[in-house]
Structure formats: structure tokens, C-alpha cells
């Protein structure tokens, strides 16, 4: 089962590091564009990124009630077991104050099957699991750090959750199934988030930004998370690419349905500012 509660120094860690950069980052970022220019200090800027998160994925998945699917997709294999997937993030600030979303579609469909030889007869159990999900999240901002080459967001909000899970297992012995089970499933749910989101610019031309989010409590999901680091290049003022690493992990289960997984994997994107 994966772990999430090994997660929750994020905050912690994630803030502590984008506040104590800025004093060595001052000097190699002393060319950066002025904060009123990247970020909206004057007036409301907005922000857009379509970006491609390829995450593995890893947990338990269950519908109805019955024996969870052990759902294991590494990172080499994504591209076999993704169906379909889009992702988009952004962003409003007017001075101190800004709004953040972020929306993923994932379909993603995991093929399974183990064979014992049981009085010279092979038993085989196979499973087949279809997962959709819609992730959108909302959340407000709070700048409580903002300096020539660093900023530091507070951020409070919520995720919404939507799955629909498609579950067929089959047991044969050498012959057709001697005893099958196909069930689909749909939850719908939304977590309370909190979290700290940063930018420490290197150069003029080069940033590092990420964020750390914890929700869940016990409201909808017992806990979940979201971590995000990632090194950018500002191609022009108005356009930057970033590329890093992101893991989001959610352990929900309510009336027979489970999904208790974690998700990560490399990730690329285009921001585009005006």
C-alpha cells in the first residue's frame, strides 16, 4: 500500500528552501525581469501552461467491494497503458492575491494475468481495469514573499476527484472461466488543500519552481498530496518552458470503491503569460 503520511513534511521542507534561496540566488539573478513584469504587481496578469505529465502509476483500485486490482504501471510502460490524456494549469495574481487551477484527464487501462500449475492443470487469473479520472483543482493565493528574485505563495483551496473504474477478472484452468466477475464503478468527491508554491529565478533566463500540497483530513479522502519541482527557461517574456518532476498520491474509499494510488513521472510544459 502506498505511503502518504511520509509525505506530510512537504510543506515544511518545500518552504524552507524557497525562503532561504533568495540570499544566494540575489547575485546570479540581478538581470532578472522585475517582479511587476513576471509576476503582476501591477494590475491582473494571467498565465496558461498545457504541459504532458507521463506518470506511472501504483496502488489499489477496487469496485464493489470486491478484492482490489493491484494496479502497477511503471514509467516505461505508460505510453502502452495510456488511452488518453490532457493536462492544463493557470494562474491570476493582482499584487499579493492570486487564483490557481489546474485540470488532468487520464485514461489509462492496466492488463494483468497469473498462471500456477496445480495438479498439472494451469490455473490462470487475468484482469483487465479501465481507470478515468478528472482532477481539477482551485485554489486561492497569498504572496507573502516577494523579492527581486523569489517569490513565495500561501495557497488554500480545494481538488475535485472524479473515477470511473471498469473491472473484469477471470479464472480459468485450461478451459473457458470457471468463474468471472466484470463491474464498473464511479465516485465523485472533493478535498480540502493547502499548500506553498515558489519561483527562484537563477538568471535572467533561468528559474526553479515548484509546490507542495496536503488535503483530504478525513473530509472526502483520508489524505492526499501533490508535489511539483521543475527548472524553467524563459524563452521570451511572454513565454517559458519548464520541464521536472511531479507525484500526486490519494487514498480514498467509501461504499465498496478504493482508489489508493500514487502517480508520478517527469513532466514538460510551455507557460504562456499576458
Not at 509576476?39 to 502509476?57: E, K, M, N, R
Not at 514509467?75 to 490557481?100: K, Y
Not at 538568471?203 to 483530513?217: K, N, P, Q, V
Request: aromatic content about 12%; some cysteine; overall charge negative.
Amino acid at each position: 500500500m502506498p505511503c502518504y503520511k511520509c509525505f506530510t513534511p512537504t510543506l515544511a521542507l518545500t518552504a524552507s528552501l524557497l525562503v532561504g534561496w533568495p540570499v544566494g540566488a540575489a547575485d546570479v539573478a540581478e538581470e532578472s525581469p522585475p517582479l511587476d513584469v513576471v509576476y503582476g504587481d501591477a494590475g491582473w496578469t494571467f498565465s496558461i501552461a498545457p504541459y504532458f505529465w507521463a506518470a506511472s502509476l501504483k496502488g489499489d483500485i477496487a469496485v464493489r467491494g470486491r478484492q482490489p486490482f493491484d494496479a502497477d504501471i511503471p514509467f516505461r510502460d505508460i505510453f502502452d497503458n495510456l488511452r488518453f490524456g490532457g493536462m492544463i494549469v493557470g494562474e491570476a495574481h493582482n499584487g499579493t492575491w492570486g487564483v490557481f487551477a489546474d485540470l488532468i484527464y487520464l485514461d489509462i487501462e492496466v492488463d494483468k494475468s497469473l498462471t500456477r500449475t496445480i495438479a498439472g492443470v494451469p490455473v490462470s487469473l487475468s484482469g483487465s481495469l479501465d481507470t478515468t479520472s478528472v482532477t481539477a483543482t482551485l485554489m486561492g493565493e497569498y504572496r507573502v514573499l516577494a523579492q527581486p528574485s523569489a517569490t513565495l505563495d500561501l495557497m488554500a483551496g480545494a481538488r475535485i476527484w472524479s473515477v470511473d473504474n471498469e473491472l473484469d477478472i477471470a479464472l480459468s484452468a485450461g478451459g473457458p472461466p470457471l468463474a468471472a466477475f466484470s463491474g464498473s464503478d464511479r465516485q465523485t468527491w472533493v478535498d480540502p488543500m493547502l499548500g506553498v508554491k515558489g519561483r527562484v529565478d537563477l538568471s535572467s533566463s533561468w528559474h526553479l519552481t515548484g509546490w507542495g500540497m496536503i488535503g483530504g483530513f478525513g473530509v472526502a479522502s483520508d489524505f492526499s498530496w501533490d508535489v511539483l519541482g521543475a527548472i524553467g527557461y524563459q524563452w521570451t517574456q511572454s513565454l517559458s518552458i519548464v520541464g521536472g518532476y511531479r507525484a500526486v498520491g490519494v487514498d480514498y474509499s467509501r461504499d465498496g470503491f478504493t482508489f489508493d494510488v500514487i502517480e508520478h513521472g517527469p513532466i514538460l510544459g510551455a507557460v504562456i503569460r499576458f
